[in-house]
């Protein structure tokens, strides 16, 4: 039996396919992410979703190795992952009261059998408005140095998200209602309950 490798290091990416019954294993990959203005919100996750997925698959090359990247844009200018605390304010101070985009890019590949799949996800994220005060009790509860925007849909996130339209799990990290359909056409199945 061909297993599944998760080539991410997100605790919240593991959680959403151990939650929907799938047996994984995890790889982080050794792959810098890449950030480029010049890029758009769907270009930059998927190049990085290739190439974490590549370089995991190209060491496992019987395993079906998936592979992903999100990153949320405001008014089509890309936000990452914020540096510090300070920077994580900020972002959360330009999202305030309005909407963004959230975009991930899965790649599902078997490096032996060739053919990788590969597909993206978008989401509208309305935030509530946010005063100084909330944004640091935000920040108080919340480690928002390795989430793109400086979030996190659950927990905590209620606190500032007012709405979402389209895949809760894409803003998460992971589009299931996509992953799941294209993870069956590698057979790979979630455990029945």
Known sequence: MVGLLLASGSPRRAALLAEAGFDFETVSPRIEEKFDVDFTLRELTMWNAIRKGTSVARMCPDRIVLAADTLIALEGKVIGKPAD???????????????????????????????????????????????????DNYLAKVDPLDKAGAYTAQGCGAEIIAKIDGSYTNVIGLPMEKTVVVLAQFGIQPKST
């Open 85 to 135: 605390l300070s920077e994580a304010a900020q972002i959360l101070r330009r999202l305030s009261g309005r909407t963004h985009d959230v975009c991930s890019a899965v790649f599902i590949y078997r490096f032996a059998a060739g053919q990788p799949v590969m597909f993206h996800e978008f989401s509208r994220v309305r935030f509530r408005r946010l005063s100084t005060n909330k944004i």
